[in-house]
């Protein structure tokens, strides 16, 4: 009966860890980050803010790519500050 037990709680362990997906980035196979606002720094230094839809992160690069007030942008991470509030 432990046995049983023992099982269920591992795959019910495995099914929430793998399963939890909540925000509008997962990173990794358990952190979830969410940003609801970014400020960016533009080439010419005009920073911009606003409200943040969608971001993605690449693998093994500092570069990020993100939707904000319905344009994406793709930059450096030194140009840009995500925000999970209004600054």
Request: glycine content about 6%; overall charge neutral; some cysteine.
């Amino acid at each position: 009966m432990k046995k049983i037990i023992c099982v269920v709680l591992i795959l019910s362990l495995a099914l929430a860890l793998t399963a939890c997906k909540v925000g509008n980035r997962q990173v990794g196979w358990d952190t979830t980050q969410t940003f609801t606002h970014a400020i960016l720094e533009l080439g010419n230094g005009e920073l911009i803010e606003g409200t943040v839809t969608s971001w993605r992160d690449f693998d093994e690069s500092d570069v990020v790519q993100f939707t904000m007030n319905g344009v994406t942008y793709l930059t450096h991470y030194s140009k840009v500050i995500l925000c999970t509030k209004k600054p």
